[in-house]
């Protein structure tokens, strides 16, 4: 049936499309739950820095939520997202399969909303101190990493919820849509890296932390998601 989800079209979707990114490391279940550890590391140090830092501490703040959320979104959410989508090619079975689907689906959504979220916090608080939007590399490169976030998942939904068969699109061009999703992930993390370095070398973090702190959060983010595009996942 049209309206039921094909899992082995979905299986190659977001399982063998990421097969083409030419790595030959497969991650260690050590390197995967190491993985885990620091993005919430990474996730409870900004949530700490940006409400208890030496800047002080304001609840009504909403600029504080802003770093805490985007870190949540694009460290932990999309890294878990990303590496859960690379397992489904390996899951044993169907019903595996589908979990894996399911719940890479979920942390895409999860990751929209920590970063709308974070987007919204800092809207927000420039509106209320009268301060313009949109006006440092950091702002454009966050706002160009979260449109192209929204567009990946948008393709995804289409993809998971058999769009393609049901417009009766032709075989190559769901193979196309398939790639494109994965390329616009990996454009999302790029760009979304290069966003937080960004942020990195801003009043507020310099503020916040020290240099070395920011080098060392710089490093550990930049290698979360090289590890996450391209490390094969050991299932």
Not at 48 to 53: D, I, M, P, S, T
Not at 121 to 137: D, E, F
Not at 214 to 219: C, E, L, N, T
Request: proline share 3%.
């Amino acid at each position: 049936m049209a309206a039921m989800i094909n899992i082995k079209e979905l299986n190659d979707t977001l399982g063998e499309s990421v097969k083409g990114n030419g790595s030959s490391v497969t991650k260690s279940k050590f390197m995967q739950q190491a993985q885990r550890v620091v993005c919430a590391a990474l996730v409870l140090l900004f949530g700490y820095v940006a409400h208890f830092g030496p800047a002080g501490f304001n609840w009504q703040e909403p600029f504080q939520y802003h770093p805490s959320f985007m870190v949540l979104g694009y460290g932990l959410l999309m890294v878990e997202g990303i590496s859960t989508g690379k397992l489904i090619s390996k899951a044993p079975s169907m019903k595996d399969r589908k979990a894996l689907l399911a719940k890479h689906m979920w942390f895409l959504t999860a990751t929209i909303i920590a970063v709308l979220g974070a987007y919204a916090a800092i809207y927000m608080s420039k509106n209320a101190k009268g301060k313009p939007h949109l006006t440092t590399w950091h702002a454009y490169g966050g706002i160009t990493a979260i449109v192209v976030l929204v567009l990946q998942s948008l393709l995804g939904y289409f993809i998971y919820f058999q769009l393609p068969a049901k417009f009766d699109l032709s075989i190559a061009v769901r193979a196309q849509l398939k790639r494109a999703h994965w390329y616009l992930a990996i454009a999302s993390s790029l760009v979304g890296v290069a966003a937080l370095w960004l942020g990195l070398a801003s009043n507020f973090a310099a503020v916040k932390l020290a240099p070395f702190t920011r080098f060392v959060i710089a490093a550990a983010f930049g290698a979360l998601h090289g590890m996450a595009m391209f490390y094969r996942e050991a299932p």
